[in-house]
């Protein structure tokens, strides 16, 4: 086999090969890999698309995830989806990174497709490069975007976030959730491609009313939990039953986060509980 014979070469051809390809391959890949703020600002993003993305390097290959927030100019209409990257580093640290289903079938199939070029950084806080947007079908945004951008390392995802939501029939309840990002998880695109999204572990504490009620504590499942760019979910299971929450920066430090919690047990003492309702409450959590 290939391998075989090629390790039956001499030594001296071995290290010069090597030495070649450490010649040609870019400084410090990895430090593409991470949390990146592209364009945009937070809350509503009125001078342009805000692009988030979570990049990982193996080698000379980018995978990764984001999500695309955007104020159409047309009746204040609205664009907001996530997707998957993946691309190859070249030889003089260049790059594109292509929305993975962009290769799915024809432009009518297709929600969106984007592309992110730019070179591999020298330093590890920010990079420079282009994108371009083209949104398919019928909506009131522009069809095609192209724009250059300073992109900016935002903070790993990790901390315990605190905060009160309003629940159904006036019930609060003092929420903690514990999050951590994780690493890379491997997915299969529509297109066939594989791209990949950051795992996340979190832990939720549930407090109803005052703070002499027993607190309830939820485990999400690492393998439906996940980051991908600005935005997180995490599923909890707990006797039988899922819990979801879904959460967005709120501003790049990730201080903050705005979440929502779908499908929560209210406490025993609601008559909500006995008809088997199950609440949805919003709000911010402040990082601790």
Not at 41 to 70: A, H, N, T, Y
Not at 149 to 176: E, H, N
Not at 182 to 191: F, I, K, V
């Amino acid at each position: 086999m290939r391998y075989q014979r090629v390790l039956t070469l001499p030594v001296v051809v071995l290290i010069g090969s090597l030495v070649s390809i450490a010649q040609e391959m870019p400084k410090a890949p990895t430090a593409l890999s991470g949390n990146w703020h592209l364009s945009g600002s937070f809350g509503l993003p009125v001078d342009g698309p805000r692009l988030i993305v979570s990049l990982i390097v193996e080698g000379g290959k980018v995978m990764g995830g984001g999500d695309l927030q955007m104020v159409c100019a047309v009746d204040h209409a609205g664009l907001g989806t996530n997707f998957f990257l993946l691309g190859q580093i070249a030889a003089d640290g260049t790059f594109t990174l292509t929305d993975l289903d962009t290769f799915a079938g024809g432009e009518g199939e297709k929600l969106h497709a984007i592309s992110i070029s730019g070179r591999v950084p020298e330093a590890a806080d920010q990079w420079s490069g282009k994108y371009t947007l083209r949104v398919f079908g019928k909506t009131k945004c522009t069809n095609e975007i192209t724009s250059d951008f300073v992109a900016t390392r935002m903070p790993v995802l990790k901390g315990a976030y605190l905060g009160k939501l309003i629940f159904q029939d006036s019930l609060t309840a003092s929420i903690k959730l514990e999050i951590e990002q994780g690493e890379l998880t491997r997915l299969q695109a529509h297109s066939g491609a594989i791209g990949g999204r950051v795992s996340l572990h979190a832990k939720m504490t549930v407090t109803w009313g005052s703070s002499t009620q027993t607190p309830v504590t939820y485990v999400a499942d690492p393998s439906s939990s996940y980051l991908n760019g600005g935005e997180f979910w995490a599923t909890f299971a707990r006797e039988g039953e899922a819990t979801r929450v879904v959460g967005s920066f709120s501003d790049a430090s990730t201080h903050e986060i705005s979440v929502m919690i779908n499908g929560l047990r209210p406490p025993d003492s609601s008559p909500l509980n006995s008809i088997g309702v199950r609440l949805v409450g919003a709000g911010m959590l402040t990082r601790q």
